[in-house]
């Protein structure tokens, strides 16, 4: 079955959309004959939508599965899919709720209060959104000094988080309760109430305050209600959180040529591209561009037999050596760069990055790495970063280095944060490791633009994103 017309053109099968020429896309919804198709131009119908499949929905059993968007535009990584807080007391049910979410025993369940002792991830599709990654967490009213050490567990999650929900039994909304709901506010994380065992629930007053949180009966053993609080979700969630937009797309067009500087050095993965690399190959095609892909000692041949290129994107570490060989007329940047204006706090980047100038010996510096990995002296962020600072500086400075999501230590020793380009992980967790040191007044940067900076680049390697 096809449909097209000037802004989509798909192809159904079973029950998955195959194609798409428009990155608009977002959702298709199932009615017992038709589907559809929502989309920011509106809404597509597609009738004989029950013929597409025989899979049956698992709350809606008398009707066919929703069609899931799978084309590539909207295909995500781990990194970049939404992230789904589920909180609670203990033994409310949340572990019960993933489990009736998924339809699969993700978590385990358990009379005994506080089976859950660490927070527990599982990826998902939810239709409307997309894959996700939901997150069981320990109960937030666990007691005990171990008790305290998950709740904190818990509590870091939400900087994690694009999505909350917290799980109640018998609307009882007390002081735990309303302490996460301030949490939810202070980190702008939307949130809904899912009062579960409502098959056991004869109450029927709500506590005051919480219908405008919108508090949802459901069942995790009979399923009732999980429909109706997945729509509120759908529509709850921040589409910034799972619409991609394109790395280049503001600066790139169709027949563009994007030339991409990768250094094949001791810290290149074994026959492969780094990610950011794959995901600029990408994003350029993508944009219906041309993607050149050249080693740094190849540059200059290279402009010498071609015309001139839209874009250069070469390696941070490469800045110095490329910004020599690339003409002033030709706009180039860093993938470290294109990643700070994409998910980073890329404003405040600007204004923090000239403090490199004001350091002081002494003064503590905390790096930032989205990612874990084993380390050697040519590592940019733990090595080569840390040395060229000082050599700019010529100050004694002090580092430390905080990975992956690690908890960050007081941020009021630090003088200035770096952040690497964030390839691994989502914009919302960016801001929200950046936010204690912008909420104390601590400059902040990225790995790629101190590069461009220390480079005497930085104005250079950041024009293309400027407004």
Not at 36 to 51: D, T
Not at 103 to 108: E, R
Not at 129 to 150: C, F, H, M, N
């Amino acid at each position: 079955m096809k449909f097209s017309d000037e802004n989509i053109n798909i192809e159904i099968r079973e029950t998955k959309i195959l194609r798409a020429s428009s990155t608009q896309i977002l959702v298709a919804h199932h009615t017992p004959h038709t589907a559809q198709l929502r989309c920011l131009y509106g809404v597509i119908r597609i009738a004989c939508f029950q013929h597409a499949g025989q899979q049956l929905c698992r709350f809606c059993p008398n009707q066919p599965s929703p069609i899931f968007c799978t084309f590539a535009a909207m295909m995500k990584g781990n990194d970049s899919k939404p992230h789904i807080g589920i909180f609670g007391r203990r033994n409310n049910g949340k572990s019960s709720l993933i489990n009736a979410i998924t339809g699969q025993d993700i978590a385990i369940v358990d009379a005994t209060a506080g089976t859950t002792t660490d927070p527990v991830k599982k990826a998902i599709e939810i239709f409307g959104i997309g894959p996700v990654v939901l997150i069981d967490t320990a109960g937030i009213d666990d007691e005990g000094s171990v008790g305290q050490k998950r709740i904190q567990k818990t509590l870091e999650v939400l900087k994690t988080i694009d999505f909350a929900i917290l799980v109640t039994t018998n609307h009882v909304c007390g002081q735990p309760e309303r302490a996460l709901m301030d949490k939810f506010h202070e980190y702008e994380i939307p949130f809904l109430i899912a009062n579960n065992k409502s098959d056991l629930d004869k109450s029927s007053s709500l506590p005051d305050g919480v219908v405008a949180h919108n508090m949802y009966d459901v069942s995790a053993k009979t399923g009732a209600g999980i429909p109706a609080m997945l729509e509120a979700l759908v529509q709850k969630m921040p589409p910034t959180a799972y619409i991609s937009h394109s790395l280049l797309g503001d600066i790139i067009g169709e027949g563009d040529t994007v030339v991409l500087v990768t250094p094949i050095d001791s810290e290149a993965p074994e026959g492969r591209l780094i990610l950011p690399q794959v995901q600029m190959i990408r994003d350029i095609l993508d944009n219906d561009a041309v993607a050149v892909v050249l080693k740094e000692d190849k540059v200059a041949d290279w402009l010498n037999c071609n015309p001139a290129p839209k874009l250069v994107v070469t390696d941070s570490q490469m800045f110095g050596r490329v910004a020599h060989e690339v003409p002033e007329s030709i706009p180039l940047t860093g993938f470290s760069i294109v990643l700070a204006h994409h998910k980073g706090d890329f404003e405040h980047y600007l204004q923090g990055t000239p403090h490199l100038d004001q350091l002081q010996d002494g003064d503590r510096l905390l790096m930032l790495e989205s990612c874990t990995h084993l380390t050697s002296c040519e590592d940019i962020g733990r090595g080569k970063l840390p040395r060229w600072i000082q050599q700019h500086t010529g100050k004694q400075l002090h580092f430390d280095f905080v990975s992956g999501l690690n908890t960050i230590p007081d941020i009021r020793q630090y003088a200035m944060v770096i952040q690497c380009g964030g390839c691994m992980i989502t914009r919302k967790q960016i801001l929200n490791r950046l936010k204690p040191a912008i909420d104390a007044g601590i400059p902040v940067s990225n790995y790629g633009m101190t590069i461009a900076y220390l480079n005497g680049i930085f104005d250079r390697a950041v024009q293309p994103f400027r407004k």
